[in-house]
């Protein structure tokens, strides 16, 4: 069964960092282009940042542009997002998910994911 696991979510004060991981078991994360959403109460999960298998683009949500950073450890077939001034908006259960339809005009598309974590919670207050 394919897994996909999220860690390093936590409380940070606004301006704080937090770097969360994706790990994948029983599947190889090197085929896939892989997203992360985030998803805050009464909200509709929207797309935060991916990183293409093709060529290694990545893509950012307006909102984070500039200080949020994917990046992916083939080796350790993981994928990190390093959180950087965080701000009170930022809060949510941040998810992983894995795809291999994607193209940069829709890598924000949750529905074309395949596969997802179980989610890890930001929560960014002072």
């Known amino acids: 069964q394919v897994q996909l696991v999220e860690s390093g979510g936590g409380l940070a004060q606004p301006g704080g960092s937090l770097r969360l991981s994706c790990a994948a078991s029983?599947?190889?994360?090197?085929?896939?282009?892989i997203g992360w959403f985030r998803q805050a109460p009464g909200k509709e999960r929207e797309g935060v940042s991916c990183?293409?298998?093709?060529?290694?683009?990545?893509y950012y949500a307006d909102s984070v542009k500039g200080r949020f950073t994917i990046s992916r450890d083939n080796a350790k077939n993981t994928v990190y997002l390093q959180m950087n001034s965080l701000k009170p908006d930022d809060t949510a259960v941040y998810y992983c998910?894995?795809?291999?339809?994607?193209?940069?005009?829709?890598?924000?598309?949750?529905?074309?994911?395949?596969?997802w974590g179980q989610g890890t919670q930001v929560t960014v207050s002072s």
């Open positions: 990183i293409s298998i093709s060529d290694g683009r990545t």
């Open positions: 998910a894995a795809t291999i339809r994607m193209s940069g005009s829709n890598w924000y598309q949750a529905w074309r994911y395949d596969y």
């Open positions: 029983r599947f190889t994360l090197d085929f896939y282009n």
